[in-house]
């Protein structure tokens, strides 16, 4: 089965060469990188970052190389799953599908990406708001540029991939410059001296003594969904050599990227300062550049949510598009623009359930549903790595462009390090509790809605792989 691309053109595993950002309407590794760069760095990540450096000093930095371990292995299983199905479109619904049935396919790409979508671009574009507001107190109606960006990446997303690599490049281009000169001014300038609070722990007792597998989990945030290429597959120039280095120079790249940042912050702000505030990266730029550091925090916020916004417009909805071809969706979702060749009508859907949470909702409420649609995330990761673990075994002759070094081990060290994520999710017993309850409700709904449609309209078994 082949199905239409962003730009309108057949799948074609070998590709062309070519090292302009679009390639014959094709997506070039810099591109490539640029979505996983944009997709990942974000406005929460960025609070992350500062939050947890304020949290664990030394400790933080053994648990961001524990976490960009982690992320590796999930790069790896991602690699070589799109590239055994490019027919696929990249979609976990199809791996899920061959490696264990319609039922756990439909619950993955759901709960993985739907609903985190759902969740946490409206925090994004609440913190955007946030900041613009204090920025130029007064000259926007309220929520007016959280829309327009809405808008405006919709229709540059319906429009074909030419467009949005073009402003994908740039966005993360901004977003790049704006955190390397953050972090090497704030590294080696002179620290001041802290009037008040106490200096970030620099000591290697939390390395010594283990304490900084807690915070594991918070680093993990830093480090996910580079995966999102991979529903662009057919859009890219030599998907084969592209999807894996792509991936795996991104997470190098945003190692590096993020070091000097929270090392900077270190310097500059205090442990109280780090881990209270609201937008903690915002009061850091502040403290390195002055009042002139509210202008390139809000460069950086805007440019965060974006690219990521972008990124999640262009991924998500071709995986619906992927899903609605095998009728695991609404057959709409399918739909294509005759002119673009893009699924207008998935992307439209995206917008909607965006919008309704980011105009009803708050920044307060959404934290603690940001967290729990995260951990939904992870569900996603473990099921791509079972399917890996279910696919040698079951289709060892199968052609694998890219196979995982040192199978099995990256899978069950990625499973296990997922469930230890999801059970040391949130700072505290009660938000813990607040956050399954809500992680598993959404679970709960589509896991009844999967299974009323693999049963009821799709006529299959809900664990027959196909």
Not at 318 to 324: D, F, K, N, V
Not at 329 to 352: C, E, H, K, L, Y
Not at 429 to 455: D, F, H, N, R, S
């Given at each position: 089965?082949?199905?239409?691309?962003?730009a309108?053109?057949?799948?074609?595993?070998?590709?062309?060469?070519?090292?302009?950002?679009?390639?014959?309407?094709?997506?070039?590794?810099?591109?490539?990188?640029?979505?996983?760069?944009?997709?990942?760095?974000?406005?929460?990540?960025?609070?992350?970052?500062?939050?947890?450096?304020?949290?664990?000093?030394?400790?933080?930095?053994?648990?961001?190389l524990?976490?960009?371990?982690?992320?590796?292995?999930?790069?790896?299983?991602?690699?070589?799953?799109?590239?055994?199905?490019?027919?696929?479109?990249?979609?976990?619904?199809?791996?899920?599908?061959?490696?264990?049935?319609?039922?756990?396919?439909?619950?993955?790409?759901?709960?993985?990406?739907?609903?985190?979508?759902?969740?946490?671009?409206?925090?994004?574009?609440?913190?955007?708001?946030?900041?613009?507001?204090?920025?130029?107190?007064?000259?926007?109606?309220?929520?007016?540029?959280?829309?327009?960006?809405?808008?405006?990446?919709?229709?540059?997303?319906?429009?074909?991939?030419?467009?949005?690599?073009?402003?994908?490049?740039?966005?993360?281009?901004?977003?790049?410059?704006?955190?390397?000169?953050?972090?090497?001014?704030?590294?080696?300038?002179?620290?001041?001296?802290?009037?008040?609070?106490?200096?970030?722990?620099?000591?290697?007792?939390?390395?010594?003594?283990?304490?900084?597998?807690?915070?594991?989990?918070?680093?993990?945030?830093?480090?996910?969904?580079?995966?999102?290429?991979?529903?662009?597959?057919?859009?890219?120039?030599?998907?084969r050599?592209?999807?894996?280095?792509?991936?795996?120079?991104?997470?190098?790249?945003?190692?590096?990227?993020?070091?000097?940042?929270?090392?900077?912050?270190s310097?500059?702000?205090?442990?109280?300062?780090?881990?209270?505030?609201?937008?903690?990266?915002?009061?850091?730029?502040?403290?390195?550049?002055?009042?002139?550091?509210?202008?390139?925090?809000?460069?950086?916020?805007?440019?965060?949510?974006?690219?990521?916004?972008?990124?999640?417009?262009?991924?998500?909805?071709?995986?619906l598009?992927?899903?609605?071809?095998?009728?695991?969706?609404?057959?709409?979702?399918?739909?294509?623009?005759q002119?673009?060749?893009?699924?207008?009508?998935?992307?439209?859907?995206?917008?909607?359930i965006?919008?309704?949470?980011?105009?009803?909702?708050?920044?307060?409420?959404?934290?603690?549903?940001?967290?729990?649609?995260?951990t939904?995330?992870?569900?996603?990761?473990?099921?791509?790595?079972?399917?890996?673990?279910?696919?040698?075994?079951?289709?060892?002759?199968?052609?694998?462009?890219?196979?995982?070094?040192?199978?099995?081990?990256?899978?069950?060290?990625?499973?296990?390090?997922?469930?230890?994520?999801?059970?040391?999710?949130?700072?505290?017993?009660?938000?813990?509790?607040?956050?399954?309850?809500?992680?598993?409700?959404?679970l709960?709904?589509?896991?009844?809605?999967?299974?009323?449609?693999?049963?009821?309209?799709?006529?299959?078994?809900?664990?027959?792989?196909?």
């Amino acid at each position: 089965m082949s199905r239409a691309s962003g730009a309108g053109v057949a799948i074609d595993a070998a590709g062309t060469q070519g090292g302009s950002c679009v390639t014959g309407n094709r997506l070039s590794f810099l591109t490539m990188i640029s979505i996983c760069i944009g997709l990942v760095i974000v406005q929460g990540s960025m609070v992350s970052a500062t939050q947890g450096i304020g949290l664990g000093g030394s400790g933080f930095i053994a648990a961001m190389l524990c976490a960009f371990v982690l992320a590796i292995f999930n790069a790896m299983t991602f690699a070589e799953l799109s590239l055994m199905y490019p027919q696929s479109g990249g979609s976990l619904a199809t791996y899920t599908q061959k490696a264990m049935g319609h039922f756990p396919a439909i619950v993955a790409v759901f709960a993985g990406y739907v609903v985190v979508a759902m969740f946490s671009i409206p925090v994004e574009m609440l913190l955007v708001n946030s900041i613009v507001n204090e920025l130029l107190p007064g000259m926007f109606p309220d929520m007016l540029i959280p829309t327009l960006i809405l808008v405006l990446l919709a229709i540059t997303n319906i429009l074909g991939t030419d467009v949005f690599a073009r402003i994908q490049n740039l966005l993360a281009f901004v977003l790049i410059l704006c955190l390397v000169v953050v972090g090497l001014v704030a590294s080696t300038s002179e620290a001041p001296v802290l009037a008040e609070g106490s200096a970030v722990n620099w000591s290697l007792g939390p390395v010594m003594d283990g304490s900084f597998v807690g915070l594991i989990s918070l680093a993990m945030w830093m480090m996910v969904g580079v995966e999102f290429i991979c529903p662009l597959i057919a859009d890219v120039n030599e998907p084969r050599r592209t999807i894996p280095r792509a991936m795996m120079l991104s997470l190098v790249l945003m190692l590096a990227i993020y070091l000097p940042f929270v090392f900077g912050a270190s310097r500059f702000m205090s442990v109280e300062s780090l881990t209270t505030s609201a937008i903690p990266y915002l009061d850091y730029v502040h403290a390195v550049f002055g009042k002139a550091g509210l202008v390139v925090a809000t460069v950086m916020g805007i440019a965060a949510t974006c690219s990521t916004v972008n990124t999640v417009l262009a991924s998500v909805p071709r995986m619906l598009q992927g899903m609605a071809d095998n009728r695991q969706a609404f057959p709409q979702m399918g739909i294509v623009s005759q002119r673009f060749g893009t699924p207008w009508v998935a992307i439209m859907f995206m917008v909607i359930i965006i919008a309704i949470p980011m105009y009803l909702m708050g920044i307060d409420s959404l934290i603690t549903l940001v967290i729990a649609a995260s951990t939904s995330w992870l569900l996603a990761y473990i099921i791509a790595h079972i399917n890996v673990l279910v696919l040698r075994r079951r289709q060892p002759e199968l052609a694998r462009p890219y196979k995982t070094p040192f199978y099995p081990l990256p899978q069950l060290l990625g499973i296990v390090g997922m469930v230890y994520v999801a059970l040391h999710n949130s700072p505290s017993p009660e938000m813990t509790e607040q956050v399954y309850t809500m992680a598993g409700g959404v679970l709960l709904l589509v896991c009844v809605i999967g299974a009323v449609w693999v049963k009821g309209f799709m006529k299959k078994g809900l664990f027959t792989p196909e």
